[in-house]
């Protein structure tokens, strides 16, 4: 099982700020099969990256996801108020098989 | 309106059974596999089952193995999950999910509900 380590854990920045995410990978993930979500408190998550670098239907372009092999990046270029929220990486590489990283909160400072 | 909607859950005893049921709407629901994805409170995101599109292969989180039975029913566009057996450590929201892509064996998901939570407790 390929396990995801995400850091910081937790993230204090200002609206306007850039934020750096990672997420990092025990073993090579197949096909840069990653994916990254958000999730807001009593929310379900909301998919904003896969294939590790394709946005989803309606995601802003302030997000965006880079890397490969076994690091991974999310960057929010300018945060917004409604960004601040708890984000997910998780990895599909192999066939039937699928983890999520423990999660980075983005707080406000 | 493309949506999956939760019901099912409550607070149910250890050892006791409870069964969820996902009803989807706005997509062809028969062309796409699901999952179940469940979050103990305060914690992380857990894969728990799959089904195929067809419901001839179910794949299970060895947490969960022999003891929760993913099902669906295409005629009502619904997915199930049957919990027995239930433990403590079971106590989480519960969401269905649907994967980005109709036939394929690498997951992500584009579409969640908003879930329903179960209770584990004596």
């Known amino acids: 099982e390929i396990v995801l380590t995400q850091s910081p854990g937790t993230l204090s920045l200002s609206p306007g700020e850039r934020a750096t995410l990672s997420c990092r990978a025990s073993q090579s993930v197949s096909s840069s099969y990653l994916a990254w979500y958000q999730q807001k408190p009593g929310q379900a998550p909301r998919l904003l990256i896969y294939g590790a670098s394709s946005r989803a239907t309606g995601i802003p372009d302030r997000f965006s996801g880079s890397g490969s092999g076994t690091d991974f990046t999310l960057t929010i270029s300018r945060l917004e108020p409604e960004d601040f929220a708890v984000y997910y990486c998780q990895q599909y590489g192999s066939p039937y098989q699928l983890t999520f990283g423990g999660g980075t909160k983005v707080e406000i400072k | 309106q493309v949506q999956l909607v939760e019901s099912g859950g409550g607070v149910v005893q250890p050892g006791g059974s409870l069964r969820l049921s996902c009803a989807a709407s706005?997509?062809?629901?028969?062309?796409?596999?699901m999952h179940w994805v469940r979050q103990a409170p305060g914690k992380g995101l857990e894969w728990v089952a799959f089904?195929?599109?067809?419901?001839?292969?179910?794949y299970y989180a060895d947490s969960v193995k022999g003891r929760f039975t993913i099902s669906r029913d295409n005629s009502k566009n619904t997915l199930y999950l049957q919990m027995n057996s239930l433990r403590a450590e079971d106590t989480a929201v519960y969401y269905c999910a649907k994967p980005g892509e109709p036939i394929t064996v690498y997951w992500y998901f584009d579409l969640w509900g908003r879930g329903t939570l179960v209770t584990v407790s004596s």
């Open positions: 089904i195929r599109y067809d419901g001839s292969n179910k």
């Open positions: 706005g997509f062809t629901f028969s062309s796409y596999g």
